[in-house]
């Protein structure tokens, strides 16, 4: 009877230990080209920053960072309703993130959506981002 057991969560152990291998690599995968669209993104590399970042939330879809910086490399290349988007993917998955109601405010400035963009750097503001307030003591009274 012990020999089954332990057979038997051997075998168990075989079967999950390729599939937590492959989530680990997958994982893996999405920080390397993370990293490497942020140095292009720094170089002002857009739309190579752009291949990268898409790379990022196909291997992990739930990777806030890898949808804000997908997100300012669509409002960089001024496709701003794919960097509202993603900029509220970001924040769905970390609202905590002052940065990403920033730049969704930033893109909803752009598209005539002045009353929605003042409450998204309200709230960028709350959240620490001192650029929001200088742009809503400017734009949003």
Request: hydrophobic share 40%.
């Amino acid at each position: 009877m012990k020999k089954l057991f332990f057979l038997t969560t051997f075998a168990l152990i075989s079967f999950i230990s390729p599939a937590q291998e492959i989530a680990r690599s997958r994982e893996e995968e999405a920080i390397i080209a993370l990293e490497k669209g942020k140095a292009m993104e720094s170089n002002g590399d857009w739309k190579n920053a752009l291949q990268q970042f898409n790379l990022v939330v196909g291997y992990d879809p739930k990777n806030a960072e890898g949808y804000y910086h997908r997100a300012l490399a669509f409002q960089n290349l001024k496709d701003y309703r794919a960097a509202i988007n993603d900029y509220s993917r970001a924040i769905s998955l970390n609202s905590s993130d002052g940065n990403a109601f920033y730049g969704r405010g930033m893109c909803l400035f752009e598209i005539g959506r002045k009353k929605d963009a003042c409450i998204d750097l309200s709230k960028a503001s709350g959240l620490g981002n001192g650029d929001a307030s200088t742009v809503m003591m400017n734009y949003c009274n």
